[in-house]
């Protein structure tokens, strides 16, 4: 299975400000998501991160918010921008082995906004 | 409705014991479908695949029953360690998943 590695691990931001989280895979995969994860919630997929073009968005997420940039295959990153407390969350990158029809996902960034 | 149900639990399971807990879908056409465990504020791991013709792995056993629209993992000889969230996925006909908001399983020594 593909390692995959977060930067920061954790974060407390201030109310305005914006956060890049890296997301690095250990190979080159071709499907690399962000999800988000509310306190005692399900995941929630933000977008899919496209290698060489614009991110593809889920309802309810748009790119002014949450610019996402995949300059190459084992790289993403997705910027938290004009942060908000409704922002705190755990987000986590996950790539996918698409021969073996299987996710996996990186430790995640515990955001904490004030 | 939501596309994937989960009782959310907390089950609350002595350890030894056999446990079991059922997943449903909506959409008929779902081709995948997994069973992941999420423990306390870690990411979600995959557990195991859910095949048509059912799987064992050790003490796990997935069953699909595409008929009802339903996948049910099975936990024997329960272990400390067992305690987790378990998150039910399914994925359509593209590759994004849709994820249940997991059963929340304690094992009680």
């Known amino acids: 299975s593909a390692v995959i590695s977060q930067k920061p691990s954790r974060d407390i931001c201030q109310r305005g400000t914006s956060l890049t989280i890296q997301c690095q895979v250990d190979s080159q995969v071709t499907m690399m998501f962000w999800y988000r994860q509310q306190p005692g919630q399900s995941l929630t997929l933000i977008a899919t991160?496209?290698?060489?073009?614009?991110?593809?968005?889920e309802s309810g997420f748009v790119i002014d918010k949450f610019p996402i940039s995949r300059p190459n295959l084992t790289f993403s990153t997705l910027t938290v921008s004009n942060m908000s407390p409704e922002d705190s969350s755990i987000y986590l990158c996950?790539?996918?082995?698409?021969?073996?029809?299987?996710?996996?996902f990186g430790p995640g960034t515990r955001l904490t906004v004030l | 409705r939501k596309e994937v149900e989960q009782d959310p639990g907390p089950f609350n399971v002595p350890e030894g014991a056999t446990v079991a807990f059922n997943c449903t879908y909506s959409n008929s056409a779902s081709q995948s479908f997994f069973w992941y465990r999420q423990d306390c504020r870690k990411e979600p791991k995959l557990l195991m695949s859910?095949?048509?013709?059912?799987n064992e792995d050790g003490r796990f056993t997935a069953q699909l029953n595409r008929a009802s629209q339903y996948i049910s993992l099975l936990i024997r000889d329960s272990k400390l360690s067992d305690s987790a969230t378990y998150l039910c996925?399914?994925?359509?006909?593209?590759?994004?998943?849709?994820w249940g908001a997991g059963t929340k399983l304690i094992i009680k020594p």
């Open positions: 996950s790539s996918m082995d698409t021969q073996r029809n299987e996710q996996f």
């Open positions: 991160a496209n290698q060489g073009s614009e991110a593809t968005y």
């Open positions: 859910v095949y048509s013709s059912g």
């Open positions: 996925v399914v994925r359509g006909s593209n590759y994004q998943l849709i």
